[in-house]
């Protein structure tokens, strides 16, 4: 079983500075497709889950361009360039596995406002 | 717009089972995989299953096998989700979501609580 394992977990940043969330993956997450179903999620306080990034760094649609993903295989990190009030949540990554069929997700990363 | 609409919260017993559904609108409800995703009261997020609208494939996490059943009605566009056996620790917010490559698309949620 792929377990991903996020650092920090818990983020105190100041306005305007940047903040970064790493994820690392017990194993590789290439798909037998070539492609890698790495994304990042973030859970506003009292919100369900939102999409942010797919496909390690493919911003989803309406997503601020201030969001950035990149890594490659087993490494990933999820970069906030300014932190804004509204960014303060919990931000997810997670992972589809082929064979056998499952989805993943790392413990959740809190990002707050110092 | 896309949008996933679930049902209200739910209070069972230890013992009994729930069932909570997921409308879809907005997109091709069979293209594409729909996830049942569920959150413990200030914990992460678990995944529990999934059913292909399209083709009603289900795939299952190992720890609900025999507990949860995933089904879809492709007439009304709902996917529907049944826990059996439930105890306290199945007290959580349970999600649907949509899968384009990614859970792009959640609903709203559902609180389960699970209390004698």
């Known amino acids: 079983e792929i377990v991903l394992t996020q650092t920090p977990l818990s983020s105190p940043v100041t306005l305007g500075q940047p903040a970064s969330i790493s994820c690392r993956s017990s194993?590789?997450?290439?798909?037998?497709?070539?492609?890698?179903?790495l994304s990042w999620l973030q859970q506003r306080p009292g919100q369900p889950p939102r999409l942010l990034i797919y496909k390690i760094s493919n911003r989803f649609s309406g997503v601020p361009d201030r969001f950035s993903g990149s890594g490659a295989g087993t490494d990933f990190t999820l970069k906030i360039s300014r932190v804004e009030a509204e960014d303060v949540g919990i931000y997810y990554c997670?992972?589809?596995?082929?064979?056998?069929?499952?989805?993943?997700f790392g413990q959740g990363t809190r990002v707050e406002i110092k | 717009q896309v949008q996933l609409v679930q049902s209200g919260a739910e209070v069972k017993k230890p013992g009994a089972s729930v069932r909570l559904s997921c409308k879809a609108s907005g997109y091709t409800f069979t293209s594409y995989y729909l996830h049942w995703v569920r959150q413990a009261p200030g914990q992460g997020l678990e995944w529990m299953g999934m059913?292909?609208?399209?083709?009603?494939?289900?795939a299952y996490a190992q720890r609900f096998q025999g507990r949860i059943t995933v089904t879809r009605v492709t007439s009304t566009s709902t996917v529907y989700m049944d826990l059996s056996n439930l105890t306290s620790d199945d007290t959580a917010i349970y999600y649907c979501?949509?899968?384009?490559?990614?859970?792009?698309?959640w609903g709203q949620g559902a609180m389960v609580t699970v209390s004698s």
């Open positions: 979501a949509k899968d384009q490559s990614a859970f792009d698309i």
């Open positions: 059913i292909h609208p399209g083709r009603g494939t289900t």
């Open positions: 997670m992972q589809a596995t082929q064979f056998p069929p499952t989805w993943t």
């Open positions: 194993q590789s997450l290439v798909h037998s497709d070539g492609n890698t179903y």
